[in-house]
């Protein structure tokens, strides 16, 4: 009976029930959305690194990987250190930097990794065919758009330019063999893909066996920390970044934007226990005559609790579950927003579903309508009997 | 045998901006078992205050109060609560049914309140609605109902645990006289069949009706008659 009457009590105002529902599942869509940004994030980074496998990361010393144009030299001897490391299955090298190519009186600056085909966790190949020899690149669709460049097409590409002397330091011509979808650069970055030794070369004695990044992948029943920490005593010149530990410093870096989206949540939360609050305290105030008669029939204080809670959680239950909705939708209209920004990686996702933080969001407004039932229902349950019908009779 | 009610220098003191009111003032009666009792007085002689304190509503502030064997002047509020679920029937001046509830519900609500099963509140609701003439109301909600019958639903409520006692406020008050006058009947049966009813009432002919009443003046008792 509790539970009819909260829902009859609920249906009495339509459309002020509705407004009210309307009012939670904004609260609940924009505090699910705060709980998939705030942990889809870093979840989502630690996907978006593991894409290929590659578990750890080796970076010039006091480095992130391309956080910097520092470079590791003599790479070669530093790779083959690394291969014969207990754990290690892979080592993939990678070299990053920016080629020019004239197309149509414009040039198309692009980002360029040098990268050993065999290993690459860079990269899958759509069409056409990979980095057969040191003549073949590989290009992303924004680079074929923005130099017109079809596949088997020939294409000079320079490296090391100079705007101020208008020099570059190295330059040939390459066959357009594949179209990829690169995993770390922006869809609107143009992104190229040749084989490592090529780049070196190209780029003349600062980038003579230089490598900017070494992904490497360890076996995988092995404890990847230690393999770590086997690789960082091999070499003492870099940092050698585990999942964690790049986890731990984004997450460092994030720390604010985490912060704003914990702020956005609880005052979301906060909102919708308020919204919830007045709409059943007006309610109990509307209600007050009833709610002494139903006393005075001996209804017990503890089912008119039941009843006023029970309505508190009708409200935020029924908000929060189209709050969920709402939020799956404005989540991946901001995640194609997000998307747009220059630079973005095409396989990072900010937004991550999750049953857990549906879950999650769905626990706390249950929470909160049981909250904010506690005041109304504190009040209907205290309400003097035959003051109340008094009152209720001169009325 | 003791009377089913019995009321010993019962005071209720109510505090007013301009200093106490003594709203009782040392009212003492019985009410046997069966006996229908009508209390009557001029507007503020403490008559919907005795009404209160009988249906343990109110707490008095001195003099002792025992119904069915029960002090009830002495029940914290769970005890008073259980109390008027078991043994007390409350009619009103304004019938004050659930609005969103059928008829049915609302005779329903206190047997569900009293965890009474379905089947058997299902069948107790069937009885009372034919007992107050209304058998095909059942799935009426108040607003579809006349005055007198929504009084009708509000008196099959009252008798849905099986009450000790029925106390009656104004029960006549929001009817038309043709309609009061069925009320009247229909109280009378309810006390032929062996309800125990105290009602506060204005209404000569309700009164009347009565087999004892009690004339109420500032608080205390003035006078009684027995038909």
Known sequence: MPFRLALLALLRHKARTMLALLGIAVSAALLLDMVMLATGMRDNFQGFLLLRGYQLRVAPKGTLPFDSDATIDSAATLVAAIARVSGVVAVSPVLGAQSQTTAHDSTVTAFTLGIDPRVQGDYELLRGADLADSVSIVANERWLALTRHRLGDTVQLAVGYDPQLRTVVGQRAFIVRGVARFFYTGT????????????????????????????????????????????????????????????????????YFRQLALVLGSISLGVGILLVTTLITIGVNERAGEIAVMRAIGVAKRSIVTQVVTEGLLLSGVGAFSGLLIGLVTAQWLERILADFPGMPATFRFFVFQPHDAGLALGMLGSAGVLAGIYPAWRASSLPIAGTLRREAVA | ????????????????????????????????????????????????????????????????????????????DRAATTFRLRRIGFVFQRFYLMPALTAAENIELPMAEARIVR????????????????????????????????????????????????????????????????????????????????????????????ARRIQMRDGAIIAEAVT
């Open chain 1, 188 to 255: 609107t970055q143009p992104t190229i893909a040749m084989r490592l030794p090529v780049l070196q070369e190209m780029g003349g004695n600062a980038r003579r066996d230089h490598v900017s990044l070494l992904m490497v992948k360890a076996g995988d029943d092995v404890d990847v920390e230690a393999v770590r920490a086997r690789i960082q005593a091999a070499g003492a010149r870099v940092s050698v970044i585990s999942l964690e530990g790049a986890t731990a410093q984004v997450e460092q870096r994030l720390a």
């Open chain 2, 1 to 76: 045998m003791s009377a089913l009610v019995q009321v010993r220098d019962l005071a209720r003191d109510y505090s007013m901006g301009s200093g106490p009111v003594h709203a009782l003032r040392g009212v003492s009666f019985d009410v046997e078992q069966g006996e229908w009792v009508a209390i009557v007085g001029p507007s503020g002689c403490g008559k919907s205050t005795l009404l209160n304190l009988l249906g343990a509503v109110d707490s008095p502030d001195a003099g002792s109060l025992t119904i069915a064997g029960e002090r009830v002047d002495r029940l914290d």
């Open chain 2, 119 to 210: 089947t058997e509140r299902r069948a107790r609701v069937q009885e009372l609605l034919g007992y107050v003439g209304l058998a095909g109301r059942a799935d009426h909600r108040p607003s579809q109902l006349s005055g007198g019958e929504q009084q009708r639903v509000a008196i099959a409520r009252a008798l849905a645990n099986k009450p000790a006692l029925l106390l009656a406020d104004e029960p006549t008050g929001e009817l038309d006289a043709a309609t009061g006058l069925e009320m009247i009947d229909l109280f009378r049966r309810l006390n032929r069949d062996g309800t125990t009813i105290v009602v506060v009432t204005h209404d000569a002919q309700m009164a009347a009706a009565a």
